[in-house]
C-alpha cells in the first residue's frame, strides 16, 4: 500500500480525519506540522517568526519527504504544502492524494479563534482565507487523486466518502 496523503486548507478537518482514516486502516497517523514541532522543540508560530515562512516551508519540504517514504501511514499535511512546487510532484508520485474541500465561510468560522497559524493573524481573517483559497484551490485540484467535498458534514462523512473513493 502506498502513503495516503491529506492536503486542502487550514480547517478543512486533515488532521481530524487523517487520524480516523489511520485508525480503520491500522497504520500510523502523522500530522506533518506536529512532526515538525517535536523535532525542533518550538511552536509554528515561533519558526515562523524566527526563520519566516521560507524557513518553515524548508522544513515542510524535508519532513514531506521523509514522511512519504514510510509505506503504510496517512499523512495530515500543513494548508500551505501545496506552494512549494516540489512538494507537488513528490505527493502524487508517493501516494494517493485525497483533498478536502470545504468552502472558505465553514473554514473561517472553524479557526476563527485560533492563535496558532501565522497567516490568520491579520486584521482581516476572513478575507485572507478567501484569497488563500482561490490561490490554492486549482493547485490542490491538480495534485490530488480525489477530491472530496467537506460543507458542513462532520468528519465521519468524509471519511466514509473517502473510502468509497479510494
Ligand atoms: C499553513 C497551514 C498550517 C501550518 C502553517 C501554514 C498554511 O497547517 O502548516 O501555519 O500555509 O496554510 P494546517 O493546515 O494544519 O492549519
Not at 6 to 35: H, N, P, S, W, Y
Amino acid at each position: 500500500m502506498s502513503c495516503l496523503i491529506l492536503i486542502g486548507m487550514m480547517g478543512a478537518g486533515k488532521t481530524t480525519v487523517g487520524k480516523e482514516l489511520a485508525r480503520r486502516r491500522k497504520v500510523r497517523f502523522a500530522d506533518c506540522d506536529q512532526e515538525i514541532i517535536a523535532r525542533t522543540g518550538v511552536s509554528i508560530p515561533t519558526i515562523f517568526e524566527i526563520e519566516g515562512e521560507e524557513g518553515f516551508r524548508r522544513r515542510e519540504t524535508q519532513m514531506m519527504d521523509e514522511l512519504s517514504q514510510e509505506p503504510d501511514i496517512v499523512i495530515a499535511t500543513g494548508g500551505g504544502v501545496v506552494t512549494t512546487p516540489a512538494n507537488r510532484g513528490l505527493m502524487r508520485e508517493r501516494g494517493v492524494v485525497v483533498y478536502l474541500d470545504v468552502p472558505p465561510a465553514v473554514l473561517y468560522e472553524r479557526t476563527r479563534h485560533d492563535r496558532n497559524r501565522p497567516l490568520l493573524q491579520v486584521d482581516n481573517p476572513r478575507q485572507r482565507i478567501e484569497e488563500l483559497y482561490r490561490q490554492r484551490d486549482p493547485l490542490y485540484r491538480e495534485v490530488a487523486h480525489l477530491i472530496v467535498e467537506g460543507g458542513r458534514g462532520n468528519p465521519g462523512t468524509m471519511v466514509r466518502m473517502i473510502e468509497n473513493g479510494l
